[in-house]
């Protein structure tokens, strides 16, 4: 686990022509459980996370010299866009344009509609004349002289690009798809396929001008084809098909820093909305048009029916942080690490190449077997944990002896503070020292504990099972 704290570190370029890169047709390589193991251990997870920090740092606010603060909103003039970026933004129009081509299936259906199905061909079939009407030919046939009969880097942006738009098989869409078109635009920037303006400049862009519309894209194709979620925890996870929007949003609430600043740890914006805003209708509809987190949190009104705290427990947590949107995004960081980078059922399906690759990285740690890793069952032990460092499960006595059933609505929000005794769902307070895992490796992050990892399924009660101690994630 990193615990260096640096300022800012990119995604490294791949080699050129002249060095000799050989592009490979991505594969599969996570079969069974242990193998996720091997994942956090590889070149392609590294990377991953360089981007993923990289993109979120670029959209923190920034101190300008006249001592104002510049903040990234959505649909904002004060960014604007490339033509690499805008070419993308092309490419996602035309996707968008095949679904008028493929109404939704109007006979009975038991989950997702069967018309996704059509879609998906489509853009399958169209694949490469997309690629290579929305993408530099230069890039995408880019081939080594070593081998010039192998694989182009094409056949590794297609690979990503397909797995972007959820399962044609299991008519589902989740963070695995998700973090397919994070690897699809990662592929891109290693390629050099972006310009290299000033520091965050073109990461703003691909998160405001590439990544938005693509979210957005996707709640469009999941309410088209009614698409069902893929590998959700329900009222136990966060979301029951996105992630990423959550980390990039927190970011633009979080304080404004200088380009040598680290990033904060606590804190908001001055004029930033209370993140207990998520449970509140209208604020969401306010704050949606301008923020990513919002944006997404509308989407679940848009879909879902009833008490915020009841169907999203979680959200609902994490609304009741005290110390800012700097605080949230940090968290947000270490949940993705641990609920997506770290789970079989999402990885599983990651294909690796050579611009993200399966070798190991050479600074690599090993992560702990858990239950995020081992395909074994967890033993139970014998007598309760003792105390750690970490926070307490809702229900834990400071003796680690349950004491009464969880709340209703699931485990609380890993990072979140109690706001009151008027809160339906209990909350975990926060510990005040930390070790920051929201830096960037060299070698990967050891997977944090989900709240119901100590035992096979999260939903008996402590009652249940009186020799188990449920731990918060960190």
Known sequence: MATDNPVRVLLPLAPSDAEGHRFIKPTKRIHEHPDVSDFLCSR?????????????????PRKLPDGSVQAWPLNSDAVGFSAPVRQLQLLLSKLEGIL???PPDTGPRRFGNVSFRKWYQIVESRAT???????SAEMLHMRSPLDPEGPTAEEELKAYF???????????????????????LGCIWKLNGFPKSGPGVEE???????MQPYFELVRTIIKSYTLEPAGSHGVWGLDDHSFIPYIFGSAQLAPAISESDRVPEEGSLPDAPDPSGVAKANIVARER???LYFSAVGFIYDVKKGPFWEHSPMLFDISGIRTGWAKINKGMIKMYNAEVLSKFPVVQHFPFGSLFSWDRDPSAIPPPQTAHTSSTSQPRPSAPAAAGPGTKAPWATATGQPTTA????????PWAAARGPAAPPSRVQMPTSLTDTSRLPPGPMAPTRAPWSSSPSPGPSPDDRPDVVTKAPW
């Open 44 to 60: 392609a997870y590294v990377d991953l996370m360089t981007f993923l920090l990289q993109l979120n740092r670029s959209m923190l």
């Open 100 to 102: 008028s081509e493929v």
């Open 129 to 135: 004349d997309l690629l290579e009407e929305c993408l």
């Open 162 to 184: 397909l797995g972007s738009w959820g399962s044609p098989q299991r008519l589902d869409y989740g963070t695995g798809h998700e973090l397919s078109f994070l690897a699809f």
């Open 204 to 210: 703003r862009e691909i998160v405001l001008g590439v």
């Open 289 to 291: 048009i301008t923020n």
């Open 406 to 413: 969880p709340p209703p609505g699931g485990t609380a929000a």
